[in-house]
């Protein structure tokens, strides 16, 4: 029996005998698209669009099994990451169970041998060229500059949007509490979203009356549910941490239990240890505890970073090592900001059982701070200066997003890549801003659209686009 992996490679690719595909009810099956590969949990395949027999194409997710009986076997029945599946595809049929998915047998449906396909599928990578989206071609054809200009418009659309949902939470709180919900989604990352903007929703209530990081950290894991009852028994110095926050805790559990979360408000699962709840609200408790940090912010936001950095000789334009200078001085500043020193427990620990590491580890990586820049403080900055008629400080504002350096790289921006460049190199967007902007196509176009690129209007601005520079 062949692996998985060498079906989901199978599948992707389409190496079947695509005019003989019939699903275990007998219905004849047509793949407009099967779907794109996801490493994130659940499904193995997301956004397939199928045609079964004389019916509709439907769109939704494809999951791959070596047999039918995996469905119960792995527990997919049960996990609501399943819910959309309308395929299983299985190397071959095993014994008749109820409550499972249509599956499709790949076992005699091949269009080559197994040790073939073996060698042929080993090396390949990426989305096929025939399952890219209908605007790559066009966006292949763009020069450099009008790629980079298109992204950069769709970057500042972003941005714009949101600065906009800011404002609106602003009209019902205040600045300074918005700065602080955003900061903490951001934290939470797409996993943990939406407890952490609990806990930054209730900061009035659990900052009361303290101002050590060791008390925030009692008081913020103790509401978030995310204080274990017990000590490890084998870790002494995460069982004298953690009674020392059992000492404030204890007497203030009480009074929090209405806002307190419970621990399965949290997502963990896919979570690189760097990234659990626990250290990024670690992180949170030193911003708090030095009162400063928005007042820091307002200042960065003041410097003439882009602007007027660098002073140059008369009749000289700005050379690329100036512009790095630049940017080196921005970035620099703003690391002053947003990173904090080590902590005495999270810098040397990734969760309360986890033994002392070897070296110290930051609580905020590079590629989060860009990312806390370009989604949090660029924009809140941006559209206090709108509200108070400052131009120019908006303008420096847009430009800091555009001279950003690129973010981590992700799943999102992955696929976007392959699906709308054609290509899976992370490289190949320079800068923050071009990342921001290809999620805002995929937002603007691909989520309303399916993976045959259904009636989106995109492919055709791009050729316009292209027609009118030419022109």
């Known amino acids: 029996m062949p692996p998985?992996?060498?079906?989901?490679?199978?599948?992707?690719?389409?190496?079947?005998?695509?005019?003989?595909?019939?699903?275990?009810?007998?219905?004849?099956?047509?793949?407009?698209?099967?779907?794109?590969?996801?490493?994130?949990?659940?499904?193995d395949f997301r956004g397939a669009v199928l045609q079964f027999g004389d019916e509709k194409p439907v769109s939704g997710d494809v999951e791959i099994d070596l047999l039918t009986s995996g469905w119960h076997a792995h527990g997919h029945d049960k996990n609501p990451r399943f819910k959309n599946v309308i395929l299983q595809v299985v190397w071959e049929e095993s014994k008749k169970s109820k409550n499972v998915p249509i599956n499709l047998s790949l076992k005699n449906i091949l269009d080559a041998p197994l040790p073939e396909l073996v060698l042929s599928l080993e090396n390949e990578s990426g989305l096929p060229a025939r399952l890219r989206g209908k605007c790559s071609a066009p966006l292949r054809s763009l020069s450099e500059m009008q790629l980079t200009k298109l992204l950069q418009a769709a970057s500042i659309a972003r941005f714009q949007n949101k600065a906009a949902a800011m404002l609106a939470r602003a009209k019902n709180s205040n600045w300074e509490q918005v700065l602080w919900e955003n900061l903490f989604r951001a934290l939470g990352y797409k996993n943990n979203l939406w407890p952490m903007q609990n806990?930054?929703?209730?900061?009035?209530?659990?900052?009361?009356?303290?101002?050590?990081?060791?008390?925030?950290?009692?008081?913020?894991?103790?509401?978030?549910?995310?204080?274990?009852?017990?000590?490890?028994?084998?870790?002494?110095?995460?069982?004298?941490?953690?009674?020392?926050?059992?000492?404030?805790?204890?007497?203030?559990?009480?009074?929090?239990?209405t806002c307190i979360l419970t621990r399965n408000v949290w997502k963990f699962h896919g979570l690189r240890p760097a990234n659990y709840p626990e250290r990024r609200l670690a992180l949170a408790s030193h911003w708090l505890a030095s009162g400063k940090l928005v007042s820091q912010i307002e200042n960065w936001g003041m410097e003439d970073i882009i602007t007027e950095t660098v002073t140059l000789p008369h009749n000289r334009v700005n050379s690329p090592a100036d512009s790095t200078v630049i940017v080196s001085r921005m970035i620099d500043s703003f690391n002053k900001i947003i990173q904090v020193g080590s902590d005495d427990f999270w810098s040397w620990h990734w969760t309360f059982k986890s033994a002392r590491l070897i070296k110290p580890q930051t609580l905020l990586g590079d590629g989060r701070a860009t990312d806390l820049a370009v989604n949090v403080i660029l924009p809140w900055l941006w559209i206090r200066a709108k509200e108070s008629g400052k131009v120019k400080f908006m303008r420096e504002m847009e430009q800091r997003l555009l001279a950003w350096p690129?973010?981590?790289?992700?799943?999102?921006?992955?696929?976007?890549?392959?699906?709308?460049?054609?290509?899976?190199?992370?490289?190949?967007?320079?800068?923050?801003?071009?990342?921001?902007?290809?999620?805002?196509?995929?937002?603007?176009?691909?989520?309303?659209?399916n993976a045959v690129c259904m009636d989106c209007q995109f492919p055709e601005l791009v050729r316009c686009l292209n027609s009118k520079t030419q022109g």
């Open 4 to 43: 998985e992996k060498l079906l989901q490679a199978v599948w992707l690719h389409q190496r079947l005998h695509r005019d003989l595909l019939k699903t275990a009810d007998g219905k004849c099956l047509r793949v407009l698209h099967p779907g794109f590969a996801s490493d994130e949990g659940g499904p």
């Open 199 to 257: 806990l930054a929703e209730t900061k009035s209530r659990w900052m009361r009356g303290i101002s050590s990081v060791l008390e925030l950290q009692a008081r913020m894991l103790g509401v978030g549910g995310l204080l274990p009852d017990d000590l490890t028994c084998a870790r002494k110095s995460s069982d004298t941490y953690l009674c020392r926050l059992w000492d404030f805790w204890w007497r203030d559990r009480d009074e929090f239990e």
């Open 406 to 449: 690129a973010a981590a790289d992700n799943a999102i921006l992955k696929l976007a890549r392959q699906r709308l460049l054609g290509t899976s190199r992370a490289n190949n967007l320079k800068g923050a801003a071009q990342q921001q902007g290809l999620m805002q196509v995929t937002r603007d176009f691909c989520d309303h659209s």
